[in-house]
């Protein structure tokens, strides 16, 4: 394992557990907010931050070594 992949999956673990901390925070404010559609909407946005933000840094990681197999698998 690469030490890119390992900060990788790192941040990942720690970005998963940030997501689960703050969803537990904002389903809280949620049940006493007067204004649920903003909690919900903030909740939803960081949702959607966390999860690209994982993504891309997968992406990132995979895309070398995909290339370099692509690359093998044209010439070999």
Request: hydrophobic residues 70%; aromatic residues 18%; contains cysteine.
């Given at each position: ?8 999956l ?14 537990r ?52």
């Amino acid at each position: 394992m690469s030490p890119f992949s390992l900060l990788i999956l790192v941040i990942c673990a720690f970005s998963l557990f940030f997501l689960i901390n703050l969803t537990r925070g904002l389903s809280i404010l949620l049940v006493f907010s007067k204004n649920q559609l903003l909690a919900l909407l903030l909740l939803s946005i960081l949702s959607l931050f966390s999860i690209s933000l994982i993504s891309a840094l997968i992406f990132f990681d995979l895309l070398p070594s995909t290339f370099f197999g692509f690359i093998l698998l044209l010439f070999f």
